[in-house]
């Protein structure tokens, strides 16, 4: 027999009683029944029960037994006693009883509970990881990721891409986060980048005329802390293709895409083929955001023609602004007094002056109503706002929104720019709150046309607004005769669930065009030659037409495993500080270090 195993802990059926066999693993939980010890043991492939009775030759050695130990166990499997069966395991039907025990590893006093998945401290799960990771939920998280990622690399195979692996070290560059910086000791004073995507690389593969490619790459970027972003690094699904439109990336990823969270989904249903392409300024406009929530029923509209000239003055000077707009936010049966009034203080605690509302009811059967007018029939409104604009309008207003008695309406005033995140944040409140959104599923759509550029108020200046390397819709002419905030790109993102999921576009392959678009966004072309100079000399030399796409893996699964953080499914994370408290980085480096990299620190003063 082998030394530490005959079979594991998830294998042993009814078919094997009576059989001698041995198992290793984890502790995972001992009970006590009036002194028959039952021992719950854990391996990576499930849990066997063991019984140990005063009668077995193991019994002292059972005794000093804690959860967590290490063992090796000896025993003959047999059928469970009547009524003690457990259907929820695969191993439910049997028992081993034991008749050695050997102790391989001791286990001191937990830090933290392996057995259950109650709520802990986020620092201690982070720096005793490897405890967590035991944990039955985090170990299925992990195990469903490698499943995700060999799907996904499966699919894309089928598809026709090549898997190739791309630089690690590379050049720094002047657009996005921040780059995590790393000194070269043969050469001093310079330094390499770690990644922030392979978006260069990929693009020089279709240079070097590889047509389809493909990658699950490590992304490295530093900046601030973001919910749905790990600290550090994270994972993406990185693709490129020659020769291609727009389209043909859709039709190359919907279906792997969708596959996978169709294989995956456990029955829930995923947005069948094909996907809705919604302008990124209607999804603006509908729902307050690039990445919307489709699962949401609710779709803002403009009612800016019901308050105009109306005797709700707030509102109606503002409109006296051609470019601001009253956007109304439909709460179908969320007409109650104390719903308006939570919405209003949840408005506050977002920074927000209030969320005027009109409350809608039934003349009817309104106990207020019928008391001034006995004989009241139809749909009212009732409100600050109501009362300020009138009847009539306030009834148009409904109309507008088709809402009903019992319904609500919120609304949002002034530049649209600067108020839009705000109204997606309601949008998305009021479904969750009147309970709209269906949990059961997964809703996609492909997010089309984003702007090229957008004016940064901070610096007083044009930025991209997405990926600098995407082809502009018009191409050079429309970089010289269009005003930069009105182009749009080929530039495209899958939303689920009210995540982005993917990020993509057509690229701009043409070196003139390039040149001109980052001299908008305020790069000379020596500067593109500088930081971009493989990139910029491969255009020279017959570029193909070439597009693609890069799909958050951490985000895939996160959603896929039912999950809110996306620590839930990465294996050894930071902290929100990007701190890996586990290893303990970042930590400093010796004199001896600094010395080898020609470094010499700058340390800021301690506050």
């Known amino acids: 027999m082998h030394r530490y195993r005959s079979h594991h802990c998830g294998d042993l059926r009814e078919t094997d009683q009576g059989r001698a066999i041995r198992l290793s693993g984890w502790c ?89 998945d109650q709520p802990y401290p986020e620092d201690t799960r982070l720096r005793f990881r ?49 780059d995590y910086l790393v000194p070269s000791r043969i050469h001093p004073g310079k330094f390499y980048a770690l990644p922030q995507a392979p978006q260069q690389y990929k693009q020089l593969l279709m240079m070097a005329g590889f047509d389809r490619y493909f990658q ?52 829930k249903p995923v947005t069948p083929s094909p ?18 929530d489709l699962r949401n029923p609710i779709v803002m509209q403009d009612a800016s023609e019901h308050f105009r000239g109306s005797g709700f003055k707030v ?36 920074g927000q002056p209030g969320l005027g509302y009109i409350l809608f009811f039934d003349r009817a059967s309104d106990e207020t109503a019928k008391a001034a007018d006995p004989a009241a029939t139809g749909v009212g409104a009732r409100g600050p706002l109501a009362n300020n604009i009138g009847p009539e309008r306030a009834e ?14 919120f609304f949002v005033a002034g530049d649209p720019e600067k108020f839009a995140k705000f109204a997606g944040l309601a949008r998305t409140k009021v479904g969750q709150d009147l309970k709209l959104i269906d949990e059961g599923r997964f809703e996609f759509a492909w997010i089309v046309d984003f702007p090229m550029f957008e004016w940064n108020e901070d610096d007083k200046k044009i930025d991209f607004s997405h990926n600098p390397f995407s082809m502009p819709q018009g191409g050079l002419e429309a970089l010289t005769s269009q005003d930069p905030v009105t ?15 993917a990020s993509g576009g057509i690229r701009n392959h043409r070196p003139e065009a390039m040149v001109k678009a980052f001299e908008i966004a305020g790069y000379g072309e020596e500067t593109v030659i500088e930081r971009f100079g493989g990139l910029y000399r491969a255009f020279h030399y017959g570029a193909p037409p070439h597009g693609g796409m890069a799909a958050g893996v951490d985000r895939i699964v ?30 400093p480096i010796s004199p001896k270090q600094s010395r080898e990299l020609h470094i010499r620190l700058n340390l800021p003063e301690p506050k």
């Open 28 to 116: 995972h939980r001992i009970r006590d029944h009036g002194g028959v010890l039952f021992i719950d043991l854990r391996d990576h492939y499930g849990l066997t029960q063991c019984v140990v009775d005063p009668d077995s030759p193991a019994f002292k050695q059972a005794e000093k037994l804690r959860s967590e130990f290490v063992v090796r166990i000896d025993g003959d499997v047999r059928k469970r006693p009547a009524g003690t069966e457990n259907s929820e395991m695969p191993t439910g039907l049997i028992e081993v009883y034991v008749r050695e025990i050997e102790v391989l590893g001791p286990a001191a006093d937990l830090p933290l509970p392996v057995f259950g």
């Open 130 to 178: 490897f405890l967590d990771l035991r944990r039955e939920k985090l170990h299925q998280n992990i195990m469903l990721r490698g499943r995700v990622v060999d799907s996904l690399r499966a699919r894309m195979k089928g598809q026709g891409f090549f898997e190739f692996q791309t630089p690690i070290l590379t050049a720094s560059s002047p657009e996005g986060a921040r």
């Open 216 to 267: 699950i790459a490590p992304c490295f970027r530093d900046e601030d802390p973001r919910a749905d972003r790990l600290p550090g690094e994270f994972y993406q699904l990185d693709i490129e293709m020659s020769f291609v439109e727009q389209n043909d990336v859709f039709a190359a990823m919907e279906p792997v895409v969708r596959g996978v969270f169709e294989e995956f989904s456990g029955g």
């Open 275 to 292: 996907w809705p392409r919604i302008p990124y300024a209607e999804a603006i406009r509908k729902y307050g955001s690039d990445k919307p």
């Open 315 to 350: 509102f109606a000077r503002l409109l006296e602004t051609a470019k601001n707009q009253v956007w109304a936010i439909p709460a179908p049966g969320g007409g109650q007094r104390t719903f308006a009034d939570r919405m209003n203080s949840w408005a506050q605690s977002e």
């Open 396 to 409: 148009a207003v409904r109309v507008q929104l088709g809402l009903k008695a019992g319904d609500a309406a």
């Open 487 to 501: 182009i749009k790109a080929f530039q495209y993102d899958i939303a689920c669930n009210g995540y982005e999921l």
């Open 558 to 587: 996160m959603l896929l495993a039912g999950e809110q953080n996306l620590r839930e499914v990465a294996l050894f994370p930071m902290n929100q500080r990007a701190e890996d408290l586990l290893m303990g980085a970042p930590s």
